[in-house]
């Protein structure tokens, strides 16, 4: 399924030199609001601009922490999340050594193929239910 760009300015934002980034970057996307779609909790999934990026919120519940995406230094392109969260070292527990990651704030990549929907799928799902997950199946 496509997703339309909530406006000019994101979907500028994935206009990247970099095809491989490009076709990663849109695969994240797109798991992002499919995974929103499987939990009803979340509720509408906003996408906007943080810092540049292209970044998705949950304005209407509050359930999510922000989930962004965006081209790190060390990788074509990542899915980070809040630094100060639990997300990614809940996420190096439930599978390690899977991915490479910076830190506590992203999970990098170097190829769309890399991009794994049960897992990363996993990471995104405890994003946007960070603040009411256990009031719902994780």
Do not use: N
């Amino acid at each position: 399924m496509t997703y339309p760009f909530a406006c000019a300015k994101v979907e500028q934002a994935f206009d990247l030199e970099d095809d491989e980034a490009r076709r990663g970057l849109l695969a994240l996307r797109a798991l992002i609001f499919e995974t929103a779609a499987e939990v009803p909790a979340v509720g509408r999934v906003e996408e906007v601009l943080r810092w540049g990026q292209p970044a998705y919120v949950t304005p209407d519940s509050k359930s999510g922490s922000t989930v962004r995406l965006g081209v790190p230094k060390g990788a074509r392109f990542g899915l980070f999340v809040q630094c100060q969260s639990r997300l990614i070292p809940e996420y190096l527990a439930t599978f390690p050594a899977w991915d490479r990651v910076e830190g506590t704030r992203a999970v990098l990549f170097d190829h769309p193929r890399e991009v794994e929907p049960l897992r990363h799928g996993w990471l995104i799902k405890r994003a946007l239910t960070y603040h009411i997950r256990g009031t719902i199946e994780s």
